[in-house]
């Protein structure tokens, strides 16, 4: 639901780079040229914040409609 703080495979931090990265690919920037611009350089790091599907919202909204 919400980006991991630390790689579940190295521990590096890379929590504080998700909304950058968001923000920077939705201008349709290249998500290679993102991530090597932020210093993300590992592959198991790319991979937490390539394949990180932000669903917080839906599941509020499940939250709020109740059983």
Avoid: Q, W
Avoid at 12 to 29: M, P, Q, S
Wanted: proline share 4%; aromatic share 8%; with cysteine.
């Amino acid at each position: 639901m919400l980006v991991p703080v630390r790689c579940f495979s190295c521990g590096a931090v890379i929590g504080d780079k998700y909304e950058e990265f968001k923000r920077r690919v939705e201008e349709n920037e290249d998500p290679k040229e993102v991530l090597d611009s932020l210093g993300v350089t590992r592959y198991c790091c790319r991979r937490m914040l390539l394949s990180h599907r932000d669903f917080i919202d839906d599941v509020i909204k499940l939250e709020e409609k109740g059983p």
